[in-house]
């Protein structure tokens, strides 16, 4: 028994390493991924005299995280490839209890679908305590990331990085010399806790809706054991900065760089018109490049990242809403060779935090100009272009209508069998997420996929348009794999009765709104009780909508933010054959069920290498 267990073991391993030349790879890279316990203030990052990395048994008791890590870094190592290469990433997992897979997020895995790393759909997990798997793709160019798609708590514990693949010919290169990551993540010392949906109510982790965030990895707050990140500079060059959305939990920071303009060259990993921003809100989930050019004196200057949704409840914590310390995440960017120290942030009286000075040039920063950038709002839809436009046909080929909501019943405490009750949906009908029993693509979703929410989308089918209606009172941000789509409608609720300013329309009852604010109100699943009864959203109608519909230039994206209680309407190319999952990003909306799957042109599916 003890040589079958073994044989077992190994036999996965060694059948891949057999099919599969390794000197083929134009990149090889190995990832040694383990459990170890870090400060989860500054994971990684050793900044030297009191900011270094300290070995596990002396961070202090409140500080300690159980991460798992990629190659001993957080976030992990920077996969940078050149744009259609064949990248080669050995994972080995040396976890100790649990099995991983691998999400490449933005890259469209286009021809290898078997790829994409997510488990129960592409994959089964690679095996804890030694299993190997490579994985193997042409990538797309972009700034894009890769995180765990195992299960959600995975990422948040640390197993995420950046991927950056450039473009065989970029189009904005005149405008940099040089680049920076900046990647932004919320921060919990024990992710598994806080961000577990059982215990939580809707739109509310188990302890706070925010606790800390991070600028690559490093929190501070400008004392000497946590010094406020930095991003460093010289002057008279320009930078691409590539800003990454890796968090967890928290939907969205705006971003704000004092002194400095912005041009947004590039979003989600797709080349844009050059515009000039003042500010932009980056979802969980999204890229986005701005090219900066430190063409100011010499100083540190305010980075700041404001999780607006939060900041009501440095002051004013609601219901069952416990009160965050802050919504402002702060770093600078830093002129090289200018060594003044930034000092902290003073107190509010009421909570909150005035933010920190800067100094040199940074002290009396000049005025920013250019748009506030907001996906959430329909003006900004139209005011960045692709660079190279995507006309759409009149018509789609087919059209989908999926619901965002939960379903009944509610839970029972005692009672409620696992995952039975309050599970969140997206779909063509009430059919909360579950796991096919062999992964959906080596079956090509033909049998073990009973109950699964996916749509397969045949060969008469090219132009497939889906009408999503969020009857909920939460924004979700939704992300698609294998491919882009546009966003060809975009409701504007939020700029008018659901806006930021009014904060009633988390409350809103049904009843109440129907003749206020919109005929078509629906619920999601009538069956729910309080507080599931505040689901409900005003639906997409074709005919009082369509006026607002962009078929002419509409942006790609991987990423759209569908706001509360309200709708978008999207179009996909069905031109990369796979299963592709369709789901919300949000930590605690993956458990609960908010995951869909495409499975497009089935008879198209390359072959699931051995
Ligand atoms: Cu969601």
Request: hydrophobic share 40%; glycine share 8%.
């Amino acid at each position: 028994r003890v040589l079958f267990l073994a044989l077992w073991r190994v036999a996965p391993v060694a059948a891949i390493a057999a099919a599969f030349d390794e000197s083929a790879c134009d990149r090889r890279v190995t990832w040694d991924l383990r459990d170890w316990v870090v400060d989860f203030l500054r994971p990684t990052v050793d900044l030297g005299g009191k900011a270094v990395r300290r070995a596990p048994f002396d961070i202090s008791t409140a500080n300690k995280k159980a991460a798992l890590l990629v190659n001993g870094s957080y976030p992990g190592p920077t996969l940078e490839a050149e744009e259609g290469e064949l990248v080669c990433v050995k994972v080995v997992n040396n976890l100790l209890a649990e099995p991983v897979a691998i999400h490449w997020h933005g890259l469209h895995m286009r021809g290898s679908p078997s790829m994409d790393g997510v488990y129960g759909v592409t994959q089964a997990g690679i095996p804890a305590q030694g299993g190997v798997f490579t994985y193997r793709f042409r990538p797309n160019a972009g700034t894009h990331f890769y995180h765990a798609h195992m299960q959600a708590l995975q990422a948040d514990r640390g197993l995420k990085g950046a991927i950056v693949v450039r473009a065989k010919s970029d189009p904005h290169r005149h405008l940099y010399q040089e680049e920076r990551i900046i990647a932004l993540s919320d921060e919990y010392a024990n992710p598994d806790v806080c961000l577990r949906a059982e215990g939580a109510q809707p739109g509310n982790p188990v302890c706070v809706e925010i606790d800390k965030a991070s600028w690559n990895g490093q929190w501070g707050d400008g004392s000497a054991e946590y010094p406020w990140p930095e991003v460093t500079v010289e002057r008279g060059k320009c930078y691409r900065l590539r800003f990454i959305g890796m968090m967890g939990q928290a939907q969205n920071f705006q971003i704000e760089i004092a002194g400095h303009n912005m041009t947004l060259i590039a979003v989600d990993g797709a080349d844009v018109e050059p515009i000039m921003l003042s500010r932009f809100n980056l979802h969980a989930g999204e890229r986005a490049d701005v090219v900066v050019c430190a063409d100011q004196a010499a100083g540190n200057y305010l980075m700041t990242a404001t999780y607006d949704l939060a900041c009501f409840l440095e002051t004013a914590p609601a219901p069952r809403m416990p009160r965050v310390d802050s919504c402002r995440f702060w770093a600078f960017l830093n002129y090289a060779g200018h060594m003044d120290s930034p000092g902290q942030a003073s107190r509010k009286l009421l909570g909150g935090y005035n933010p920190p000075h800067g100094t040199g040039g940074g002290t009396a920063p000049a005025a920013v100009a250019g748009f506030a950038w907001d996906t959430n709002l329909l003006s900004s839809w139209s005011l960045v272009r692709n660079l190279h436009p995507v006309p759409e046909p009149e018509k789609a080929d087919v059209t989908y209508v999926l619901d965002v909501g939960v379903a009944g019943p509610s839970f029972d405490a005692g009672v409620s069998p696992y995952a039975s009750s309050d599970r969140m949906y997206m779909f063509t009908e009430v059919r909360p997420w579950r796991k096919p029993q062999t992964p959906l693509l080596h079956t090509r979703g033909q049998c073990g996929a009973d109950g699964v929410p996916f749509i397969t989308v045949g060969d008469d089918a090219r132009v497939v348009e889906l009408v999503i209606n969020n009857l909920s009172p939460t924004a979700h941000v939704l992300h698609l794999h294998g491919m882009r789509f546009t966003v060809v409608n975009y409701a504007s609720y939020s700029e008018s009765w659901c806006s930021n300013a009014h904060f009633e329309c988390f409350f809103l009852p049904l009843g109440v709104a129907k003749p206020l604010h919109c005929h078509n109100a629906r619920a999601g699943d009538p069956g729910t009780k309080f507080p599931y009864d505040a689901y409900w959203g005003c639906p997409y109608d074709a005919a009082r909508d369509r006026g607002s519909q962009n078929l002419k230039n509409p942006l790609q994206k991987d990423m759209i933010s569908l706001w509360r209680r309200s709708w978008a309407v999207i179009r996909f190319r069905a031109e990369n054959p796979g299963t592709w999952l369709f789901h919300c990003h949000m930590e605690q909306h993956i458990p609960t069920g908010q995951i869909m799957a495409f499975n497009i042109r089935p008879k198209d599916h390359p072959p699931v290498p051995p």
